[in-house]
């Protein structure tokens, strides 16, 4: 038996090529932010106020619940944690 090869783990467990990529920008952003809000080193809830959000919400990016940010959500969040998001578009191959 041949085992299949892929990219990304997104592309392994989505039902489709879309929702492989959506996950994959999604966990992306998510990876980023935690790693800007991680530097600043502050506590949780003066973190989720300079995010605009409560403690929960910030606990919850932090433990990498992608399934309760839409990447709308999390590009507000990118730029509010000082970070400029820019999307990258080509031709697939």
């Not at 038996?1 to 090529?17: C, G, I």
Request: proline share 3%.
């Amino acid at each position: 038996m041949k085992a299949e090869r892929f990219n990304n783990v997104w592309d392994a467990l989505a039902k489709s090529p879309e929702e492989a990529q959506n996950l994959t920008l999604r966990s992306d952003l998510m990876n980023s932010i935690e790693k800007a809000v991680a530097a600043w080193k502050l506590p949780q809830g003066e973190a989720a106020k300079r995010l605009g959000i409560t403690r929960p919400r910030l606990n919850d990016l932090l433990r990498g619940k992608l399934s309760k940010f839409s990447l709308d959500a999390l590009a507000a969040l990118a730029m509010r944690a000082g970070l400029k998001v820019k999307l990258s578009v080509k031709k697939a191959a």
